[in-house]
């Protein structure tokens, strides 16, 4: 691996870019629910992603934890992918199983979330951007 690939494929930057990936793809999930929401008997779906990289195994180092307040040392990857699954709510709206209060809710925090990563993206390539050029933008 290249000694510029590396900038970019170390660190949180994998993470981020999975993150985002998963949040586009919620998104799309989200809105197919909400265009269903009067097609008999389908089934709301939804992504899984959080918890995928939670338990994800971590970064091959690791650090030993003296005392309750130090960091833990390793996380996640970024090698996990989003999975779209049946939400299984056991919501019944006469229809089908799609409960648009949800749905809405669930939209509105996803795109908060895709909009934070969106945001630590663009610091960590403006951050590659200062460091490369040496000039500081306003």
Do not use: C
Not at 7 to 14: A, H, K, Q, V
Not at 20 to 36: F, G
Not at 43 to 57: G, P, S, T
Not at 125 to 134: D, H, V, W
Request: net charge negative.
């Amino acid at each position: 691996m290249s000694a510029i690939q590396s900038l970019f494929d170390s660190g949180t930057m994998p993470v981020l870019r999975k993150a985002l990936s998963a949040y586009a793809i919620r998104h799309r999930v989200i809105a197919d629910n909400m265009a269903n929401v009067a097609t008999e008997g389908y089934r709301a779906k939804q992504v899984e992603f959080e918890d995928l990289l939670a338990a994800e195994d971590t970064l091959p180092i690791s650090g030993l934890r003296t005392a309750p307040g130090h960091l833990p040392i390793g996380g996640p990857s970024g090698n996990a992918d989003p999975k779209i699954v049946d939400q299984n709510n056991g919501f019944d709206n006469g229809v089908n199983d799609v409960d648009v209060d949800r749905e809405m809710v669930a939209i509105g925090e996803n795109q908060l979330m895709y909009r934070m990563v969106t945001r630590l993206l663009h610091g960590r390539y403006q951050g590659l951007r200062t460091a490369i050029t040496g000039q500081v933008r306003g």
